[in-house]
């Protein structure tokens, strides 16, 4: 069965530094991959997503993401990160075959120090 | 075009009660997906409905069903409820792969 794993539960940066957060997935052939952002008491939000191509998509809010097959990786990077970045993070999965069933991260939750 | 809009937003039921939560997909989307969303088992997938046909399901108990409108419009109802049914419940919309999700219903269960 397809697994997303985020490494990370937690953390911490400070406003001004760069980001990055891991997300691994189990998946027997390339799946289409995405990344959500998600504030406190509110739904998802799409930050971008791959399906095939060039491997460093970008996304809204200055996000990009790099797919890396031989990792099995979609790592999300923020070269400065803001305070209003302050959110929990979920990548995502969708399993190919007809019926869009997303399979989520357990999210990382992203802590900005002023 | 407007969002995938959720009601209501907030729900308090009592155990044993039943709850009927209503999502509006954004327009011309024919695919909706629930999903739950608790702090121990995260988001977890509970079905998608496709121009009024269920064509998936998770792994929930029968206490969680759903059905869609021709207008696209999905509800999903929980019978029988259970304190562990307190959670958020996020509805997206979708035309292909991508996702669209709404702010949720918050059900806490006393």
């Known amino acids: 069965a397809q697994s997303v794993t985020q490494p990370d539960i937690h953390i911490t940066v400070s406003e001004g530094a760069s980001l990055e957060l891991r997300c691994n997935y189990s998946?027997?052939?390339?799946?289409?991959l995405f990344w959500y952002v998600q504030s406190p008491g509110q739904g998802l939000q799409l930050l971008l997503k791959?399906?095939?191509?060039?491997?460093l998509v970008q996304g809204i809010k200055g996000f990009e993401a790099e797919f890396k097959r031989s990792q099995s990786s979609f790592n999300l990077r923020k070269p400065s990160v803001h305070w209003s970045d302050a959110a929990e993070y979920f990548c995502a999965v969708v399993t190919q075959g007809g019926s869009e069933k997303l399979v989520f991260g357990k999210g990382t939750k992203l802590t900005v120090n002023p | 075009k407007a969002g995938v809009t959720q009601t209501p937003r907030y729900l308090i039921k009592t155990r044993g009660q039943q709850v009927t939560l209503s999502c509006s997909p954004i327009?011309?989307?024919?695919?909706v997906s629930w999903y739950q969303q608790t702090p121990g088992q995260g988001l977890q997938f509970l079905f998608e409905y496709f121009s009024e046909t269920q064509r998936n399901k998770g792994n929930f108990p029968g206490r969680f069903s759903g059905r869609q409108f021709s207008n696209s419009r999905s509800e999903m109802n929980v019978s029988t409820l259970e304190l562990g049914d307190s959670a958020l419940y996020l509805c997206?919309?979708?035309?292909?792969?991508?996702?669209?999700f709404g702010p949720g219903t918050r059900l806490l269960v006393l």
């Open positions: 997206a919309s979708s035309e292909g792969v991508t996702q669209y």
């Open positions: 998946y027997g052939a390339t799946p289409y």
């Open positions: 791959y399906f095939s191509g060039d491997t």
């Open positions: 327009s011309g989307h024919r695919s």
